[in-house]
């Protein structure tokens, strides 16, 4: 049973909760709260949303310590196959890790309390921002996962040499010269972002198509498939996680 600390939201005669959704969803968090009990979960619930919502968590106080108290709620209008049918569209098209559409409920409650293990570590004076993420990421790509080859300047090169600027003209000599000396960073900076592209969630970054990361969920999104596949989860996810719970 979820901790008696806990305040229930919702769950009133009127709501008309799923049972295969509210018992998914609260054997979630059970597990997380014995897991992470340093964690400060004060009310967890069911509330009305929009269908493309799976919830939310935001903070509702502190504690005497400080510390920040977070309020978890689920979405109480998807009952259990419509979950499926929302979590495999949004699995399909890389908004959540692979596996998400598997247990969506369960994979919702960790990814909200991925966020409130965040604000318990920021009102703790841990706070993960978008560049401590981007700084651990491109070391990792730039160890693991870029080798730079002579042929991958001369190939940017030649695609100056044919290619037009964003006004449609065609690059000029002189224009070619001055772009040669970037072409290393200009590939670096291509290459990093298709990568985060591929190897991070929809969800992880700030829009859809987007190469910079969104800290706050790109961090609940890293716990949330870590927690479902462990040692199977993405290697980059793997990274985000570790910053957060060590």
């Avoid at 509210?22 to 992470?36: F, H, N, P, R, S």
């Avoid at 400080?66 to 890389?94: C, H, P, Q």
């Avoid at 224009?175 to 992880?204: E, F, M, V």
């Avoid at 790109?218 to 980059?236: S, Y």
């Amino acid at each position: 049973a979820v901790d008696k600390k806990i305040k229930p939201v919702g769950f009133t005669p009127n709501q008309q909760l799923d049972v295969e959704v509210v018992t998914e969803a609260v054997d979630a968090l059970d597990d997380m709260t014995v897991k992470y009990p340093q964690t400060q979960v004060a009310e967890f619930g069911f509330k009305k949303m929009e269908e493309n919502t799976g919830g939310y968590t935001e903070v509702v106080g502190w504690d005497k310590k400080g510390i920040m108290k977070s309020r978890i709620v689920i979405n109480e209008d998807l009952g259990y196959d419509k979950w499926k049918e929302v979590g495999k569209k949004a699995t399909d098209a890389n908004w959540h890790y692979a596996g998400s559409d598997e247990n969506p409920i369960a994979s919702t409650v960790y990814h909200e309390f991925g966020h409130a293990i965040n604000n318990t570590a920021r009102s703790a004076g841990y706070h993960i921002k978008e560049m401590d993420i981007e700084d651990e990421l491109f070391d990792y790509w730039n160890n693991y996962e870029f080798p730079l080859q002579e042929k991958d300047i001369d190939d940017y090169v030649r695609n100056m040499l044919t290619s037009k600027t964003t006004i449609g003209v065609k690059r000029t000599p002189e224009q070619i010269r001055a772009l040669t000396p970037n072409a290393t960073s200009q590939i670096i900076n291509l290459r990093y972002s298709d990568w985060k592209r591929a190897n991070l969630s929809g969800y992880s970054m700030t829009g859809n198509g987007s190469s910079f990361v969104d800290a706050e969920e790109a961090l609940a999104e890293a716990f949330d498939v870590v927690e479902r596949l462990g040692n199977d989860a993405p290697d980059p996810a793997k990274l985000l996680y570790n910053m957060m719970i060590e």
